[in-house]
């Protein structure tokens, strides 16, 4: 099975700062990678897909990179509505996985 | 409006059973591998299982093997989870996720609100 192992699982920042979320993957998926954000009580939103492709309706302060193995996504310019829970998962090959999760605190 | 709404949560005592539905709408369901995802209390998703769109592919996560069935109705727009021997650390949300195949690359791009399912005596 294929481990995805996100760092840091907790981070505290402020408005306006770019943030960087590291997702590590335990074997080459390729570009098989998606990043989801969530906020308490909702369910999941598709942010990023194929490592880097910004998901339709995405703000463009987000962004994606990385292959293989390891993978970042960025938020640019932090926002307030930023504050969540981030997860990548990997879509190469079953099992899928879930990374544990990146939990954003807005300072 | 594209949709996925679930439904068939609840409590349940240990060893007890499920069905848990999830309605699509506004999209061509049957062109879709289907899929499902738990969150436990306080804890990260964990992906369940999946089913192509034509139901010759089907998985499922160790964890749930053997106890539990996915399903689908392409004719009625309905995915299905049958959830049997429950067990105390089956107790979660419970979401439907569409999976997204484009040229690029995959992503479970739509879900369901969830529903809550709690094992508990």
């Known amino acids: 099975d294929i481990q995805l192992t996100q760092s840091p699982s907790f981070l505290s920042a402020s408005v306006g700062d770019r943030v960087t979320i590291t997702c590590r993957a335990s074997?080459?998926?390729?570009?098989?990678l998606a990043w989801y954000q969530q906020k308490p009580g909702k369910a999941p939103n598709l942010l990023i897909y194929?490592?880097?492709t910004l998901q339709s309706g995405v703000p463009s302060r987000f962004s994606g990179s990385g292959s293989g193995t390891e993978f970042t996504l960025t938020i640019s310019s932090l926002q307030p509505e930023d504050f969540a829970t981030y997860s990548c998962?990997?879509?190469?090959?079953?099992?899928?996985?879930f990374g544990g999760g990146t939990k954003v605190e807005i300072k | 409006e594209v949709q996925l709404v679930e439904s068939g949560g609840g409590l349940v005592k240990p060893g007890g059973s499920l069905r848990l539905s999830c309605a699509a709408s506004?999209?061509?369901?049957?062109?879709?591998?289907m899929n499902w995802v738990r969150q436990a209390p306080g804890k990260g998703l964990e992906w369940v299982s999946s089913?192509?769109?034509?139901?010759?592919?089907?998985y499922y996560a160790d964890s749930v093997k053997g106890r539990f069935t996915i399903s689908r109705d392409n004719a009625r727009n309905s995915l299905y989870l049958q959830m049997n021997s429950l067990r105390a650390e089956d107790t979660a949300v419970y979401y439907c996720?569409?999976?997204?195949?484009?040229?690029?690359?995959?992503?479970?791009?739509?879900w369901g609100q969830g529903t809550v399912v709690t094992v508990s005596s």
């Open positions: 996720a569409r999976r997204y195949s484009g040229y690029t690359g995959d992503a479970f791009d739509i």
């Open positions: 998962q990997q879509l190469n090959s079953y099992p899928l996985t």
């Open positions: 074997q080459g998926i390729s570009s098989y």
């Open positions: 506004g999209f061509t369901f049957s062109s879709y591998s």
């Open positions: 089913i192509s769109s034509s139901r010759i592919y089907i």
């Open positions: 194929a490592a880097s």
